[in-house]
């Protein structure tokens, strides 16, 4: 529907802001068609460096781009030594979201050449963030339980390297599997919140650094991708699958928002929700516990029943996550560490065909209005 002149929509609902190749949503059927491929057929079959190579560059690598690229994004894993030591320094009550922040700002002060902005240059950049982001998470998340940050090892796949560094096993193909699906999964989301930010940062030419601290700004919020540390925490105060009917009765009648349900698009179905459910079921029967599995369905069967509101990526992607070992608070972190492939894509995109992004406001305030001096 075309919009009015002057007419407002709040949260700027349906608003159609670019012109984009990189991907689609269907709310209706409901579908995510990434770079022409639907996320039912990406799952599964693409590792997250074919992934993020396919967002990068608009098409899938062939295998010696591969070789090439897998060997790049290893040889800029490595974090310099000023930003483990900051990882050091702050204090274990941060929230993790906010040190990710500063660490990708650190990196932007870091590099000599952070404000140049051709198109070689920002490619190389968002290769280095999309490789060094996990290192951040894993240095953080061990050095908050009092371990030493593991090398990274350049013998692993970008998952399963990110995994070793964050829990210092190797993992089995099982959970790597889920592990590289969720990476996947997250990479890209159209013009969600946090990739908008990236957006209308890079349209005032400002850095890629920048760009990606607003999207890690925006992401951390529990409306956006903190909505999984909430899932989590919420399946916990659940607590049993008894207890969801009654837990979900007082929360919609308290108005609360529940984390994992509800999207601006999908009002039918979230279809990375319906795999990823899939694969927390799977993951369930496998180690035999589906403790976390059965109270998110009965939790999942009352929304459906008192307020038809469907579950969200995060809903199950909270307890699979779980599952294979990860804590809640690192869990949009995880998030995060998928993101900057997409958000890469809209960077690239956006810089590539730059116009400023500056849209209008409806004046309801005061008019007419004069200064009395005293
Ligand atoms: N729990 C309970 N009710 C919800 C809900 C949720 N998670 N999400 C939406 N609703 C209700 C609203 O209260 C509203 O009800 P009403 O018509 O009776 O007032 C109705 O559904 C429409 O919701 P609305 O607030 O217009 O949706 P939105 O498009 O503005 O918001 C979200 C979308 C994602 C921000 C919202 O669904 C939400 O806050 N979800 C929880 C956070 C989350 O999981 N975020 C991750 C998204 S991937």
């Given at each position: 529907m075309?919009?009015?002149?002057?007419e407002?929509?709040?949260?700027?609902?349906?608003?159609?802001?670019?012109?984009?190749?990189?991907?689609?949503?269907?709310?209706?059927?409901?579908?995510?068609?990434?770079?022409?491929?639907?996320?039912?057929?990406?799952?599964?079959?693409?590792?997250?460096?074919?992934?993020?190579?396919?967002?990068?560059?608009?098409?899938?690598p062939?295998?010696?781009?591969?070789?090439?690229?897998?060997?790049?994004?290893?040889?800029?894993?490595q974090?310099?030594?000023?930003?483990?030591?900051?990882?050091?320094?702050?204090?274990?009550?941060?929230?993790?979201?906010?040190?990710?922040?500063?660490?990708?700002?650190?990196?932007?002060?870091?590099d000599?050449?952070?404000?140049?902005?051709?198109?070689?240059?920002?490619?190389?950049?968002?290769?280095?963030?999309i490789?060094?982001?996990?290192?951040?998470?894993?240095?953080?998340?061990?050095i908050?339980?009092?371990e030493?940050?593991?090398?990274?090892?350049?013998?692993?796949?970008?998952?399963?390297?990110?995994?070793?560094m964050?829990?210092?096993?190797?993992?089995?193909?099982?959970?790597?599997?889920a592990?590289?699906?969720?990476?996947v999964?997250?990479?890209?989301?159209?013009?969600?919140?946090s990739?908008?930010?990236c957006?209308v940062?890079?349209?005032?030419?400002?850095?890629?650094?920048?760009s990606?601290?607003?999207?890690?700004?925006?992401i951390k919020?529990p409306?956006?991708?903190?909505?999984?540390?909430?899932?989590?925490n919420?399946?916990?105060?659940?607590?049993?699958?008894?207890?969801?009917?009654n837990?979900?009765?007082?929360?919609?009648?308290?108005k609360?928002?529940?984390p994992?349900?509800?999207?601006?698009?999908?009002?039918?179905?979230?279809?990375?929700?319906?795999?990823?459910?899939?694969?927390?079921l799977?993951?369930?029967?496998?180690?035999?516990?589906?403790?976390?599995f059965?109270?998110?369905?009965?939790?999942?069967?009352?929304?459906?029943?008192?307020?038809?509101i469907?579950?969200?990526?995060?809903?199950?992607?909270?307890?699979?996550?779980?599952?294979?070992?990860?804590?809640?608070?690192?869990?949009?972190?995880?998030?995060?560490?998928a993101?900057?492939?997409?958000?890469?894509?809209h960077?690239?995109?956006?810089?590539?065909?730059?116009?400023l992004?500056r849209?209008?406001?409806?004046?309801?305030?005061k008019?007419?209005?004069?200064?009395?001096k005293?």
């Open positions: 075309a919009q009015k002149d002057n407002v929509r709040e949260g700027l609902e349906g608003v159609v802001a670019f012109e984009s190749t990189i991907s689609h949503i269907d709310g209706t059927v409901p579908e995510l068609v990434i770079r022409g491929y639907d996320i039912n057929d990406i799952v599964g079959n693409l590792t997250f460096e074919q992934m993020s190579y396919l967002l990068l560059f608009g098409e899938l062939s295998s010696i781009q591969l070789t090439d690229f897998d060997a790049e994004l290893k040889s800029l894993r974090v310099p030594k000023s930003v483990l030591a900051f990882l050091s320094s702050v204090p274990k009550s941060s929230e993790p979201m906010s040190i990710l922040r500063t660490a990708v700002s650190m990196l932007g002060c870091i000599s050449e952070s404000g140049l902005n051709d198109q070689n240059s920002v490619l190389i950049k968002l290769k280095s963030l490789a060094k982001i996990p290192t951040i998470v894993a240095a953080q998340a061990r908050n339980v009092g030493t940050p593991l090398q990274p090892d350049l013998s692993l796949s970008h998952s399963s390297n990110y995994y070793y964050v829990t210092g096993e190797v993992a089995d193909e099982k959970t790597l599997n592990f590289d699906a969720v990476l999964i997250y990479a890209e989301h159209e013009i969600n919140a990739t908008f930010a957006r940062v890079m349209g005032t030419e400002s850095d890629i650094y920048s990606v601290v607003a999207g890690i700004s925006a919020g409306l956006h991708g903190g909505a999984i540390d909430g899932s989590m919420m399946l916990k105060e659940i607590g049993s699958a008894e207890n969801a009917e837990y979900v009765k007082d929360a919609l009648a308290q609360r928002k529940l994992g349900f509800g999207h601006r698009v999908y009002r039918a179905g979230d279809p990375r929700a319906h795999v990823l459910k899939r694969m927390t799977d993951l369930a029967n496998s180690r035999n516990d589906s403790h976390w059965d109270i998110a369905l009965e939790a999942e069967k009352q929304m459906a029943s008192l307020k038809s469907i579950p969200n990526v995060d809903y199950y992607a909270a307890p699979l996550l779980s599952h294979i070992g990860f804590p809640v608070i690192l869990m949009t972190n995880v998030v995060t560490s993101r900057i492939a997409g958000w890469s894509a960077i690239l995109e956006q810089y590539g065909k730059n116009r992004i849209p209008r406001a409806k004046y309801t305030g008019s007419g209005l004069k200064i009395h005293p």
